[in-house]
Nanobody, 126 residues
Framework: QVKLVESGGGEVQAGGSLRLSCAAS????????MGWFRQRPGEERTFVAV????????HYADSIKGRFTISRDNAKITVHLQMNNLQPEDTAVYYC???????????????????WGQGTQVTVSS
């Protein structure tokens, strides 16, 4: 069990930027993959981005490539999601996740998630 505390959500106009942050309370999972999922209203949770514990391996959903950047601060066991050029279709609840393993690819699906954050709302107006 690990507690994930998210911050940085909010409401912005199309074309704006937000930076999400997520801090893990349990240092024993510092070497596990961390990432982000999102859930649009009426839809299932879908993968957004993931990074290895060193930050040397990342993977992004096609819908956000070139606009979002994931990074990790290992000293603080924290993961960030820099979101640029936000669009109305990016409106969703964003969830921070910790993986079940040390590898990246299993965390691209919900089956690979060990723990979920409570979620932070991102709203993009046109």
């Amino acid at each position: 069990q690990v507690k994930l505390v998210e911050s940085g959500g909010g409401e912005v106009q199309a074309g704006g930027s937000l930076r999400l942050s997520c801090a893990a309370s349990d240092h024993s999972f510092a070497a596990y993959g961390m990432g982000w999922f999102r859930q649009r209203p009426g839809e299932e949770r879908t993968f957004v981005a993931v990074t290895s514990w060193l930050g040397d391996t990342t993977h992004y959903a096609d819908s956000i490539k070139g606009r979002f950047t994931i990074s990790r601060d290992n000293a603080k066991i924290t993961v960030h999601l820099q979101m640029n050029n936000l669009q109305p279709e990016d409106t969703a609840v964003y969830y921070c996740v910790v993986g079940l393993s040390h590898t990246v690819m299993p965390l691209t699906t919900t089956a690979g998630v060990r723990s979920w954050g409570q979620g932070t709302q991102v709203t993009v107006s046109s």
